[in-house]
């Protein structure tokens, strides 16, 4: 079945690079998201990557994907503390052929000043 | 454009009590969804309607109810709250163009059940 995986937290330090992993299982998600929640907030897109590319970069956003072993990487660079946040991938299964997302458990960013 | 609306945002219900979460978007949307939020397990799919008239199970459909009498709302009805249904709720929005979506998002309603 559809299971996404995230590691449940990461610390860093301010300006430190961050790096947020998952794994996801359906082969046919056509596109791959991160999705930000920030607390007591409603999540907002972040970025996304078509299944088709490897690297996505977006100012301090960049994106790995591995379709071989089903890895896909947010990486934030010059982290800053109002990038604390929680930080969910999210896949589109069945070739994208529906809306439905499935969203991985999340990962709690915390940035020390 | 107010975007994805819910209310209420706080609700304390006793076991057994029925109520309504309301949502509401006036993007036009046709694809809308409802997920839950509990600590360790994400967002979980409740149910899903991609236009009026027209509503589905997600992952975790017993208990709730939904309807979809207009593109704008969509609520999402607890016929007999119970404990596990306390959690964070929210509702999101979509166009329904079957590839790269992006799902809006309301600010959540947070209900606990006693």
């Known amino acids: 079945g559809e299971d996404v995986e995230q590691s449940l937290f990461l610390s860093v330090r301010e300006g430190d690079s961050s790096v947020i992993n998952c794994t996801y299982t359906?082969?046919?998600?056509?596109?791959l998201y991160w999705y930000k929640q920030e607390p007591g907030a409603g999540l907002q897109l972040l970025t996304y990557?078509?299944?088709?590319?490897d690297m996505k970069q977006d100012q301090r956003l960049t994106v790995l994907l591995n379709k071989k072993d089903k890895h896909l990487s947010l990486r934030i660079a010059d982290t800053q503390t109002g990038d604390s946040a929680i930080y969910f991938c999210?896949?589109?299964?069945?070739?994208?052929?529906?809306?439905?997302?499935?969203f991985g458990t999340g990962t709690l960013l915390a940035v020390q000043p | 454009n107010a975007g994805v609306t819910q209310t209420p945002k706080f609700q304390v219900l006793k076991t057994g009590q029925s109520m309504t979460l309301q949502c509401a978007q006036d993007?036009?949307?046709?694809?809308m969804s409802w997920y839950r939020q509990d600590p360790g397990m994400g967002l979980r799919l409740i149910h899903y309607?991609?236009?009026?008239?027209?509503?589905d199970q997600g992952e975790v459909p017993n208990g709730y109810n939904v309807s979809r009498s207009t593109t704008e709302d969509f609520p999402l009805r607890l016929l007999s709250a119970a404990p596990s249904q306390t959690s964070v709720y929210f509702c999101?929005?979509?166009?329904?163009?079957?590839?790269?979506?992006?799902?809006?998002f309301g600010p959540g309603t947070r209900l606990t059940v006693l």
């Open positions: 999101a929005s979509s166009e329904r163009t079957g590839y790269y979506n992006e799902q809006f």
């Open positions: 359906d082969s046919s998600s056509t596109y």
């Open positions: 990557i078509f299944s088709n590319m």
């Open positions: 999210a896949e589109s299964p069945y070739g994208g052929a529906t809306n439905k997302l499935i």
């Open positions: 993007m036009n949307h046709e694809y």
């Open positions: 309607s991609v236009g009026a008239g027209i509503t």
